[in-house]
């Protein structure tokens, strides 16, 4: 009986946990990211030490990918990521990761394994990620050029769901 009442107390915790973080994810706040309004920006600095303002890529679509390599659904976005960006080139697509919950040499080392060629923003106080309200990995962020949020994916970005939700972004300037 006892072992009951404690498997039931951990699935109503847990989906308690969820529906705050769907709650977060959908009501306008202050300080959130709501769909068709502008995403807050992003400022800081790249794995390899360079600068990074979000607000220089307006007039690209712009996908923003919450990861980290200890993250397997992660992992397994990069080859995608890579394949987009050369199928949409001529759009001028451009992959922004920002890396969540790791440290910065386990990324170094995997993106430069994978030959990712896009910027990974070190999130080390997680502004960045609360800022977008964030509540998993891989969580990814389709913006238009105009930077506006289009759409939000939580969890493994696949062929399909991509190519559906660039759609969204993609349009003139």
Not at 1 to 11: H, K, S, Y
Not at 148 to 160: M, N, P
């Amino acid at each position: 009986m006892r072992r009951t009442i404690l498997i039931l107390v951990g699935v109503a915790v847990l989906t308690t946990g969820v529906v705050v973080g769907i709650v977060a994810l959908t009501r306008p706040t202050g300080s959130g990211i709501v769909k068709g309004q502008p995403v807050p920006n992003i400022v800081g600095t790249t794995l390899d030490g360079q600068p990074f303002d979000l607000t220089a890529l307006r007039g690209h679509p712009v996908l923003i990918n919450f990861w980290g390599p200890t993250c397997e659904p992660c992992r397994q976005e990069f080859p995608l990521f890579k394949a987009k960006l050369g199928e949409h080139a001529a759009d001028g697509l451009v992959v922004v990761g920002i890396l969540t919950d790791d440290p910065a040499d386990l990324a170094r080392t995997f993106v430069a394994d994978e030959g990712a060629t896009w910027s990974t923003v070190i999130d080390p106080g997680a502004a960045i990620k609360k800022a977008y309200n964030v509540i998993g990995r891989p969580q990814t962020y389709f913006v238009d050029r105009a930077g506006i949020l289009r759409s939000i994916q939580i969890g493994w970005l696949q062929d399909q769901d991509f190519e559906r939700q660039y759609g969204l972004i993609s349009g003139g300037s």
